[in-house]
C-alpha cells in the first residue's frame, strides 16, 4: 500500500476478507478506479459507471450499431486489465441496456433489441424488459412506468400486512405510524427524484389514495373521513408535498 507516496512494508496475506464485509467493496473501488478512468481515456465516446462492486459503461450514438461498437471496446480493456492480474469479472450477469428518443409503442425498440453486445466470451442481447439499477426500473423510454408499478405494489402489499397485523393486535396508532413510515410509505415514491413530473397528476392521485389508506389504518378511521383529517391526525405527508419536495427542481 502507497500513502501520499509512501511506500509499506510487504506483508503476508494468509486469509481472504469475510463473506459481506464492507472491506470488500471498498477495496474493490479502491483497485479499480483508476482502471475506469484510464478506459474512459481509451474509449473517450463512452461513461464510467461504479457503485460499490457495479461496474456499467454508458454510450451515446446515432445508431444501435454505433453504441454496441462503443460500449464493446469497454469491457474488454477492463476484463483484459483483470486477466493480466488474475481477476475474474463474472460477465453472466451484465445486462445491456437500450434508451431511445423514440416514443410510442414498443413495435419502434424491437428491430434495435436484436442487436448484441461481445462482453468476453458471451453476445448478450439488449434487456427488453426494463432493468433494475440501484433499485430504479429503467425502461428503454425512462418513462419510469414500471419502477412506479413496483413500488406500489410492494407498497400496498406491506400496508395490507401490516394493517392485518394491526387489527389482529390491536396496536395502538403511534406505534402502527412508527412502522408504517419506514415500511409503506417510504416505498411507493421510491426514486420519485428521478420520475415524478408535475404533469402526471394521475401518479400522484395514486400515491395519495395509498397515503389515505394507511392514515385510516393508523386511526382505524371511517372511509368517509376527509383526506385533510386523515393526513393531519395520522402525522402522515400528503402526496403533493412527499413529490414536490422530492422532485426535480
Known amino acids: 500500500m502507497i500513502i501520499d507516496g509512501n511506500a509499506m512494508h510487504r506483508l503476508p496475506v494468509e486469509a481472504g476478507v469475510p463473506q459481506g464485509s464492507p472491506v470488500s467493496p471498498i477495496m474493490f473501488v479502491i483497485y479499480t478506479s483508476g482502471r475506469i478512468r484510464r478506459v474512459e481515456d481509451y474509449v ?3 461513461e464510467g459507471l461504479s457503485f460499490v462492486d457495479n461496474l456499467g459503461w454508458e454510450a451515446t450514438g446515432s445508431d444501435v450499431n454505433h453504441v454496441v461498437s462503443i460500449l464493446e471496446r469497454c469491457p474488454a480493456k477492463i476484463i483484459e486489465w483483470a486477466s493480466r492480474r488474475g481477476l475474474l469479472f463474472d460477465t453472466a450477469t451484465t445486462q445491456p441496456v437500450l434508451f431511445t428518443y423514440s416514443l410510442g409503442h414498443r413495435r419502434h425498440l424491437r428491430p434495435k433489441l436484436t442487436a448484441k453486445i461481445r462482453v468476453g ?6 434487456n427488453p424488459q426494463a432493468t433494475c439499477w440501484l433499485g430504479v426500473w429503467l425502461d428503454g423510454h425512462l418513462t419510469f412506468q414500471e419502477h412506479d408499478n413496483r413500488c406500489m405494489r410492494n407498497a400496498r402489499a406491506a400496508e395490507a400486512g401490516l394493517r392485518t397485523l394491526t387489527k389482529t393486535y390491536s396496536v395502538v396508532p403511534r406505534s402502527v405510524r412508527a412502522v408504517q413510515v419506514p415500511c409503506v410509505q417510504a416505498v411507493a415514491p421510491y426514486g420519485s427524484d428521478l420520475w415524478w413530473d408535475p404533469r402526471r397528476v394521475g401518479r400522484r392521485d395514486d400515491l395519495q389514495l395509498h397515503l389515505n389508506r394507511q392514515a385510516r389504518s393508523i386511526l382505524d378511521a371511517l372511509p368517509t373521513t376527509p383526506r385533510g383529517a386523515l393526513m393531519r391526525e395520522s402525522g402522515l405527508t400528503p ?11
Not at 121 to 126: K, L, Q
Open 44 to 46: 473517450s465516446e463512452a
Open 121 to 126: 466470451n458471451m453476445s448478450i442481447r439488449f
Open 239 to 249: 402526496a403533493p408535498v412527499t413529490l414536490g419536495s422530492n422532485g426535480p427542481a
